[in-house]
């Protein structure tokens, strides 16, 4: 892990930032989302200096175990905070014994190069998953 990050749990009086920061980069919440849904799910961060550098949402069923959302605020780029919290992701995925970690990405999204450069594959198309015409990647990694 880089020095100075710790990727922690998300505390309880952090909700509100997750939620706002989604809203912020998606124009949606999939933690709130996921609140109406019968997944479980977690919030992973990653802290500096006691600021939230990112974030992943994880959630799961019986059968597979997503990342929901995974956003690094815009002055932590570049600095390995993704990959962090993508190892986390993979590492909690193991312990629950699922065998893979999945994600939907939009075809044209910058985020697919993230995922590929860090070990994802390319699953399957789900075509208008985003609307009409508006595809996406099925991506998994193997953990
Ligand atoms: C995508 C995102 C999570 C990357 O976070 P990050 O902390 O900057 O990524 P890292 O520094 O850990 O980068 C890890 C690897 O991914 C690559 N990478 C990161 N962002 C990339 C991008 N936009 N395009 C291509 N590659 C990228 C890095 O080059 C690095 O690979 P390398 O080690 O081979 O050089 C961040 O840009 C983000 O929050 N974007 C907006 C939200 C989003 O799209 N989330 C993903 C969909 S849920």
């Known amino acids: 892990m880089l020095s100075g ?7 309880d ?3 509100e930032e997750i939620i706002l920061t989604e809203y912020e980069h998606f124009g949606y919440s999939v ?4 609140s109406t849904s019968d997944y479980r799910k977690k919030v992973v961060v990653c802290e500096e ?3 939230i550098a990112g974030f992943a949402v994880l959630y799961w069923d019986d059968e597979n175990f ?5 956003i690094v605020k815009v002055e932590f780029r570049n600095r390995g905070v993704g990959r ?3 190892e986390r992701a993979s590492r909690e995925a193991y312990k629950l014994g699922f065998p893979k970690v999945y994600a939907d990405v939009s075809v044209s999204s ?4 993230f995922y590929m450069s860090n070990g994802f594959e390319i699953e399957e198309t789900i075509r208008h ?4 015409s508006k595809h996406a990647f099925r991506l998994s990694l193997t953990v």
């Open 5 to 11: 990050y710790l990727v922690r749990e998300m505390r």
């Open 13 to 15: 009086d952090e909700v």
């Open 31 to 34: 933690f709130a989302d996921l």
């Open 49 to 51: 200096d006691g600021k």
């Open 66 to 70: 997503h990342i929901g959302s995974l």
């Open 84 to 86: 962090m919290l993508i």
């Open 110 to 113: 910058d985020a697919l190069e």
């Open 129 to 132: 998953y985003y609307g009409i």
